[in-house]
């Protein structure tokens, strides 16, 4: 690429300035101040220069430019038509094109009110807009006098540039003929598109000129170009032959990238070595055959179904089925043995009634009877818990039932009554019990979410009592002994 014999005639590249710099060296030997003076002498003379042709994507540089009107407080249509006038400065190839349609774009934008000049610059860019034509626009010469600019004077780039002073003279000389204009005519009516801060946008890029316009591009006949084929190569690229996997080796990236560049080439040759195939013609029986479905590319894919059998994990067996075939057993015969009786609970075919569901622990939710009627229950682990531990504790400690059959408290009784079910398994009908006895449960769906505080600790103050007996030895204290009663940790 760096040979004389393989330079190119146009590179096309976004607004990244290390691109830029690198391109101009790389194909021009030159820095990008002496590659702007080269242009700004072809635009002047006329000359016919033998460089690489550096250029910004057209789509790049108006989404830039919308970016920047972004943080402009002004209308969507004054928006509108700045961008419109905008691509008027990409189609221009010639440099004293540009300055005559800044100078519309000045008066359009800078003028507070409707004068006579800014309807006829409007009108003038409008008509341009629409035909794509800048015939109507009058074109003035740039002064071949303009002042120079030392290096010390401007030291940007874009200041640097031989194409911004005249741009800048054009817009203040401008803006100064708008002003006077409005003090002088005085039109009543405002100006709808005036806003100044669109014009500091395109003093921003004033001195890249022949980087975003067709003023070098017309010798290779051309107005506007876009990378947008190379961005779609892109594109292809990380997401289909990278599958968004980015992080890769250079040799296997090279291996993806060559299978489907060689895959893409077989296919366009497929195409031109069988042109037959995609003639449809008829067959022996009259058939339809051939055409261009029936090319090996066009096809449809068919994947085979996997019949691999799946292997059985070492970290993890599900258990065998043998109680529930017992459990199913026992419920089948019961059903033989008492045909009449019906199941409270959804689920299985055949299930043992709810109150009396096996079991070595309450489960969530459950089904009851009360009153003769069938009542569930959702959200109980807000009892489960604590009734369950107050009857493993009654149950191992015969001395608690005994201090809790002496108490009058009807939530102890009910504690006991509990206790009598859990006994029995009846889950359901004991969790069912202490639910009916809170009372805010209607219905035949109790929903039992809450707290444990509000549920069950709350009810059994009881069993949280602290009793602390003391006692003065102190002959003469009034009050010998004392006793607190407190539910409070001491």
């Not at 976004?14 to 080269?38: P, R």
């Not at 000389?173 to 002088?184: G, L, M, Q, S, V």
Request: glycine share 4%.
């Amino acid at each position: 690429m760096f040979l004389k014999d393989l330079k190119p005639q146009k590179m096309e590249t976004d607004f990244s300035w290390a691109m830029i710099h690198a391109v101009v060296q790389a194909f021009n030997t030159v820095s990008i101040q002496q590659y702007l003076q080269l242009c700004f002498q072809v635009c002047q003379e006329q000359l016919t220069v033998q460089m690489t042709v550096i250029h910004l994507c057209a789509a790049h540089m108006l989404k830039l430019i919308s970016m920047k009107l972004s943080k402009v407080q002004c209308k969507k249509e004054t928006k509108s038509l700045f961008m419109y006038s905008f691509a008027l400065l990409q189609n221009a190839t010639d440099f004293c094109v540009i300055l005559s349609i800044i100078k519309s774009i000045v008066f359009v934008f800078s003028s507070r009110t409707e004068t006579k000049t800014c309807q006829e610059h409007l009108s003038t860019l409008q008509e341009a807009i629409q035909t794509q034509k800048t015939d109507n626009i009058n074109i003035k010469n740039a002064d071949d006098d303009e002042p120079s600019l030392s290096e010390d004077q401007h030291k940007s780039i874009r200041k640097s540039s031989p194409f911004f002073a005249p741009i800048e003279a054009v817009v203040k000389e401008t803006n100064d003929k708008a002003r006077k204009e409005d003090e002088a005519e005085g039109a009543p009516e405002k100006n709808t598109h005036f806003c100044e801060s669109v014009l500091d946008i395109l003093l921003d890029y004033a001195g890249t000129v022949p980087l975003w316009s067709g003023v070098m591009l017309k010798y290779l006949g051309k107005t506007r170009d876009s990378n947008a084929i190379v961005e779609n190569w892109f594109r292809t690229t990380k997401n289909v032959v990278l599958a968004s996997k980015l992080h890769r080796r250079a040799g296997d990236f090279l291996q993806l990238q060559h299978e489907f560049v060689v895959g893409r080439i077989k296919g366009m040759l497929l195409k031109k070595q069988v042109p037959q195939m995609t003639q449809p013609s008829n067959n022996e029986d009259g058939e339809e055959i051939g055409g261009p479905d029936s090319l090996p590319l066009s096809q449809e894919e068919k994947w085979k179904k996997r019949t691999t059998r799946k292997r059985k994990s070492k970290y993890f067996s599900s258990p065998p089925p043998t109680k529930k075939c017992l459990v199913a057993k026992s419920a089948t015969s019961a059903s033989q043995k008492h045909p009449q009786k019906k199941s409270h609970i959804k689920g299985a075919a055949v299930h043992l009634p709810p109150q009396k569901r096996q079991g070595c622990c309450p489960y969530w939710g459950g089904e009851g009877l009360i009153e003769q009627q069938t009542v569930s229950m959702t959200n109980t682990c807000t009892v489960d818990n604590l009734l369950y531990m107050l009857h493993m504790a009654i149950k191992r400690r015969p001395g608690i039932k005994t201090d809790l059959n002496a108490s009058s408290n009807s939530w102890i009784s009910t504690l006991l009554q509990v206790h009598e079910l859990f006994e029995k398994k009846e889950w359901s009908q004991g969790k069912l019990l202490w639910l009916n006895t809170i009372g805010r449960f209607k219905g035949t769906s109790w929903d039992a979410y809450g707290t444990e505080e509000d549920m069950v600790a709350c009810r059994l103050e009881y069993l949280m009592k602290t009793e602390i007996m003391q006692k003065c030895k102190n002959a003469a204290c009034p009050v010998v002994t004392r006793q607190v009663n407190s539910i409070d940790i001491l």
